[in-house]
């Protein structure tokens, strides 16, 4: 059997995201395989979980896909593979691979991702950036000079908007909670989110943003999320408010936030994700001091690779007898 990998920093968030499949519905067990290329840790776990390994055949029931795009490939395995009915994605969010749900959504195929796998080192990254944020080091790192300006808020009591209501979510109230801060979590139900004040719609949305210090998106990236924050909420922001992305760079209005930052409507904006993306060399948001990027950096692969085989471990023991699969995706939802 292949090494056991390090043991992970993190812990997955697992609340909201195991679901118990009716027997009925439980793909058949069977050799499973690990597209494009086999991984350590991925190996590990599959052989951890009592799972068996074998090269892609007419026998595969099982696909474990670790590249986060090359959708096309993944399509022709299950044209040439209709045996499979079970596919772990690696990724939290499924956006790369949206169409091919829609395509491969039929009775028979379940898919899982890692959501809620990463939701720790996510979050504290958006933790991160929100002090950032409010302790202005954009324009700190930026400065050639001593400032005698005093400027800089704190953390403590300030009322926080969370969009999205996953892992991160959860992980982030729990980071926010020895602050005192108020949180508005905002999702697609109104059903309430442990740690939160409230928890609103997202047909909401225009009323929690006015009273908002900060605002951190973190919802996944569909056909009705995209550009969730455009022109119309960046203006109902205050002018001391913070806005922070760990989603999807589309989820905000790319140029809605450039004006926005530009005109000092907002205090200022930290982006671990953006629209485009990678953000290409001279685009304005690289030289606007109210800005921080970093490069979709949130959970790197020496934090994520644990936490992925843990996640795999988990769905081959459900894909062998318990049903209890993790992350479970809806196909038409997108996520």
């Keep these: 059997m292949t090494a056991i990998p390090e043991p992970a920093q993190h812990e997955a968030v697992l609340a909201g995201t195991v679901t118990a499949v009716p027997v009925a519905q439980r793909p058949p067990s069977g050799p499973i395989a690990i597209l494009p290329h086999p991984a350590d840790t991925a190996t590990w776990a599959v052989q951890a979980a009592g799972g068996v390994l074998a090269p892609l055949s007419e026998a595969t029931r099982g696909l474990i896909w670790l590249s986060y795009g090359r959708a096309e490939e993944l399509r022709a395995a299950l044209d040439d593979n209709p045996g499979i009915g079970w596919v772990q994605l690696p990724w939290a969010g499924v956006d790369a691979f949206s169409d091919l749900l829609a395509e491969q959504d039929r009775p028979g195929l379940l898919w899982t991702s890692a959501k809620g796998a990463y939701a720790q080192p996510v979050a504290e990254h958006a933790f991160t950036l929100t002090l950032a944020l409010l302790r202005v080091l954009p324009k700190r790192a930026r400065a050639v000079s001593w400032s005698t300006l005093p400027e800089g808020r704190s953390l403590y009591g300030r009322h926080v908007v969370i969009i999205g209501a996953g892992g991160i979510a959860l992980e982030l109230i729990r980071l926010l909670e020895p602050f005192g801060t ?28 006015p009273d908002a210090d900060v605002v951190v998106v973190a919802a996944a990236l569909t056909a009705d999320t995209r550009h969730l924050i455009g022109a119309p909420e960046l203006a109902l922001m205050n002018r001391n408010a913070n806005l922070v992305n760990v989603g999807r760079g589309p989820l905000i209005d790319t140029d809605a936030l450039v004006a926005a930052l530009a005109a000092g ?51 081959v023991l459900a894909f062998l007898g318990d049903g209890r699969f993790v992350g479970v995706v809806d196909p038409q939802r997108g996520y």
């Excluded at 993306?277 to 020496?302: F, K, N, V, Y």
Aim: glycine content about 4%; proline content about 11%.
């Design 182 to 209: 108020t949180v508005t979590v905002v999702r697609r139900s109104a059903e309430p989110v442990a740690g939160a004040a409230r928890t609103v719609q997202t047909s909401a949305l225009h009323e929690v943003l």
């Design 265 to 315: 409507s907002i205090a200022g904006a930290a982006l671990d994700v953006t629209d485009p993306e990678p953000l290409p060399d001279g685009h304005p948001l690289w030289t606007e001091p109210r800005c921080l990027i970093t490069p979709h950096s949130a959970d790197t692969p020496e934090m994520t690779a644990p936490l992925l085989a843990e996640r795999i471990r988990l769905n």
